[in-house]
């Protein structure tokens, strides 16, 4: 049963375009979504966090949007750079009956090629 | 500021033997946490730690598998018995007491290997 989805593997991009991932979630209880960036061998890194208050949130080339309504965010990166190649995660805290957010639920990722 | 640390990097173990898994979280984090990566695969929820306390350990299998974040130093994961559907990324990640941000911050994995 997976919460939190990610239907691209993978998406291809020429650099300086933009480039938008895409994640969708099932349940409603989910209030807070991170994005996460990760380079092979290496672990995650956070990269950008929304509110479910929110239905935007910018830091620098990195946008996400929030669609409440149709459980979708995603996000944008412009312009896209070679650097940004690696596998992006859209992850949730919970869901947990007690209350308290402290695991995080992961899509399987999305792999982004940045073509110079 | 060191980040979260995880050793060994590389495992290898036969089948039968027991793999020994560190973390170090960061300076300052107390909350520890274990996800499971497979090929393909997202990462998922282990379990989750503080000094001395097994918070929530849902994603532990409920046999071979256990974890434990002593009063003093690192976090282990211990898997005995290791079969090969074992072989996998772990990674470990940490949080500062308050978790308003909701954020972790990870280590690079260990990649076991069951032969």
């Known amino acids: 049963d997976q919460q939190v989805k990610q239907n691209s593997p993978s998406l291809s991009v020429q650099e300086g375009r933009i480039s938008i991932l895409n994640c969708d979630y099932t349940?409603?209880?989910?209030?807070?979504f991170l994005w996460y960036k990760k380079y092979p061998a290496e672990g995650p890194t956070f990269l950008i966090s929304i509110s479910s208050i929110k239905d935007k949130n910018e830091d620098g080339r990195f946008t996400v949007f929030l669609n409440k309504s149709a459980k979708h965010l995603s996000l944008h990166i412009v312009p896209s750079q070679p650097g940004d190649s690696a596998v992006y995660f859209c992850a949730a805290p919970g869901p947990n009956s007690g209350g308290s957010n402290y695991k995080l639920t992961f899509g399987k990722g999305t792999l982004l090629t940045v073509n110079p | 500021n060191a980040g979260v640390m995880q050793n060994p990097r590389h495992l290898v173990r036969r089948r039968g033997q027991e793999a020994r898994l560190r973390c170090s979280p960061m300076k300052g984090h107390s909350h520890v946490y274990w996800y499971r990566q497979l090929p393909e695969e997202g990462l998922k929820f282990m379990v989750y730690l503080q000094k001395e306390n097994i918070i929530d350990e849902s994603g532990m299998p409920k046999e071979r598998f256990s974890a434990e974040f002593p009063k003093e130093g690192p976090s282990i994961l211990r898997i005995q018995q290791v079969v090969r559907g074992d072989s996998a990324a772990y990674f470990c990640a940490s949080s500062p007491p308050s978790t308003v941000g909701y954020e972790q911050y990870f280590g690079p994995g260990t990649r076991l290997t069951v032969t």
């Open positions: 349940n409603s209880m989910f209030d807070y």
